[in-house]
């Protein structure tokens, strides 16, 4: 899925965005203007955050498949795992279950990652989506 493609299926308000897709952030990390804002805020925050957490997961699944031998096929070291031809000779390269790589714990690397990031307060790029959406956050109250 393109980040494009992904953008275009986000809904405008959280009311029609289901809640358990949102990643869970602290409302203490949440800028003040969104936590003390009004409705119109909060909902354009909410969406800046759907296509930053689209973003992120993206990016994380991007990484992960650059890294070598997490899918079992290349040790990392520029071996390959199924080389059987070493001193040992039993053909078995360690691991869990004796694969190469991380095997199944590699598909969870994204989610974890990408997780981490967006519990953490994100990137920053929601609350400038939200200033695009709703440009009354941009200017400071007097």
Known sequence: MSAISA????????????????????????????RNGDKKAQDAYQTGLAFENVLVNELAQQLSATVPGLDGSDDGLGGSSDDSSGAGGGGVTGGVGGSGGLGAYSSLLPQTLSSSIMSGGGTGIAMQIAKAIDPALGVPKK
Request: proline share 18%.
């Open 7 to 34: 953008t275009a299926a986000l809904p405008t308000t959280s009311a029609s965005m289901p809640t358990s897709s949102l990643p869970l952030i602290d409302p203490a990390t949440e800028p003040a203007v969104i």
